[in-house]
């Protein structure tokens, strides 16, 4: 599996949502949606990279990432 196979496979449920009906909330466009999958999908591959060829860079990136965005999460 490569990378980029890695960063694209993403499970849907595939359902659809009563919410879409709602008039009154927007939803984002396939072609909106497309564009963040695309781009979030770049970011994970260059992370599978990094992970590979710079391990310390890579645990140093994830650490700080816990510690500034992640720190409130429950777990």
């Not at 909330?25 to 072609?31: C, Q």
């Not at 770049?42 to 391990?55: F, G, H, N, P, S």
Request: glycine share 2%; hydrophobic share 35%.
């Amino acid at each position: 599996m490569t990378i980029n196979d890695q960063s694209t496979d993403v499970p849907t449920a595939g359902k659809q949502s009563e919410l879409l009906k709602d008039p009154n909330l927007s939803r984002l466009t396939d072609d909106e949606m497309k564009e963040i999958m695309i781009f979030a999908c770049q970011e994970v591959a260059k992370l599978l990279v990094m992970r590979e060829k710079c391990i310390d860079e890579y645990v140093d990136f994830v650490m700080f990432s816990k510690r500034t965005f992640c720190s409130q999460w429950e777990r």
